[in-house]
């Protein structure tokens, strides 16, 4: 849906950047590793509407990796 934003870019790129850290290795870990240390993530971070899924995590790396991101 366009214009619909569910989480904060801020929230998924430092959530994404915390779990290639600490080993993830793809989408689906990146989700698993935000859900294992939600408690620890609010600290920091808002998460308005809790950890995204693998899928919005994908989405949003790939329209920034395809130069659309300036819309985001």
Known sequence: ME???DHDLLDIVVLALCAVMSG???W???EDWGREREAWLRRYLPLRNG???HD???RVFETLADGT???L
Do not use: L
Request: charged fraction near 30%.
């Open 3 to 5: 214009g619909r934003t």
């Open 28 to 30: 689906d870990d990146m």
């Open 51 to 53: 950890i995204p899924g």
């Open 69 to 71: 991101g300036a819309a």
């Open 24 to 26: 993830a290795e793809g």
């Open 56 to 58: 919005t995590i994908r």
